[in-house]
Structure formats: C-alpha cells, structure tokens
C-alpha cells in the first residue's frame, strides 16, 4: 500500500473515532459516552443471568408457603424452611409441611435434604450440622445444592424446561 494512502486511512480512521468520541462537535471537552451493554450472546444466558432464573423459579414454587421468603441464595434459606417448601411443593404427600416450625432447624434440614434425596435423588451435598451450626449458609453451597435438586427433578421428568419441553 503507497505511504499516502495508509496515512489517508489513518487520518480517516483518527477522524472517525474523534467524531464518535466527542460526538461530532470536535471539541474534547464533549466527549458522546456510547454504552456498551453485555450481551447474553446469543440467547445463551450468562452466570448472573442463570443464577436469578433459579433464584426466580425457587421464589415462584415457594410464594405461598408461610415463612418463607427468597430474596437470596444464603439468609433466606437459613431456617430450612425454604428447603422444605420446595421439596413439599413437588412431594406435598412426602410430609405435613404446616407442622414444620422454622426454629427447628435440624429437623427441618434434615428432612427437606432427606426427601429430595428419596424422590429425585438428589445428593445431600450440604450436612446438617454444617446448615445448624451456621446462622447463614454460604450462598456458593445453597446454589449448588439447589442445581442439583433442580437438574433431579428435570431428569423425573417434574420439571419442564426448554430441552425436554
């Protein structure tokens, strides 16, 4: 390429970016800010985006239940409660959910865990000593575990997604 025309499109280019970083009014001190949003490239949802479905869908199975409220994957699953809610909202025969008292904490972890593992074997990757002797689980944990009983329930075929739909 003749040096006049790679200077040419320098210049061209450097033209370019001034104008789409100061908006065209060639002044610096008016700089256009375009934003730039990440995308779910492709329709293919990122961590944070997975993470709130689940979150969501937990919120949805379990929105009627008393004592329980979803708001995150650590404090509002602290009682076993929520636990229980969500394996009761798919097992109501497995146990009488309105007898549970969320300041029972071990009896209600260890039967929410015990009943996914029964039904959908789902593995107890939390322990209930673990879950008792915390006042807040580690959100890293309570969402893996709940991937686990989620994917259980999709392989028994109680839980539709867009795959198996």
């Not at 869908?57 to 509002?76: G, L, M, P």
């Not at 146990?95 to 593995?123: G, K, Q």
């Not at 944990?141 to 109680?158: H, P």
């Amino acid at each position: 390429m003749p040096k006049s025309s790679s200077l040419q499109a320098r210049k061209a280019m450097m033209e370019k970016l001034d104008k789409d970083v100061t908006g065209g009014s060639g002044n610096p001190a008016v700089v256009k800010i375009n934003r730039v949003q990440r995308s779910t490239s492709f329709g293919v949802p990122n961590a944070n985006t997975i993470k709130q479905m689940l979150l969501d869908w937990c919120r949805a199975k379990t929105r009627s239940y008393e004592h329980v409220d979803i708001q995150n994957f650590s404090s509002s699953w602290s009682n076993g409660m929520a636990f229980c809610a969500l394996v009761h909202h798919f097992f109501p025969e497995a146990f009488d959910y309105s007898s549970l008292n969320p300041s029972d904490r071990r009896h209600n972890f260890d039967l929410a865990f015990s009943t996914a593992e029964r039904m959908v074997d789902c593995p107890q990757l939390l322990d209930v000593d673990d879950m008792v002797k915390m006042r807040e689980p580690d959100w890293k944990c309570v969402y893996t575990y709940l991937q686990e009983f989620y994917r259980g329930l999709v392989t028994k075929g109680l839980v539709k997604t867009r795959n198996n739909s």
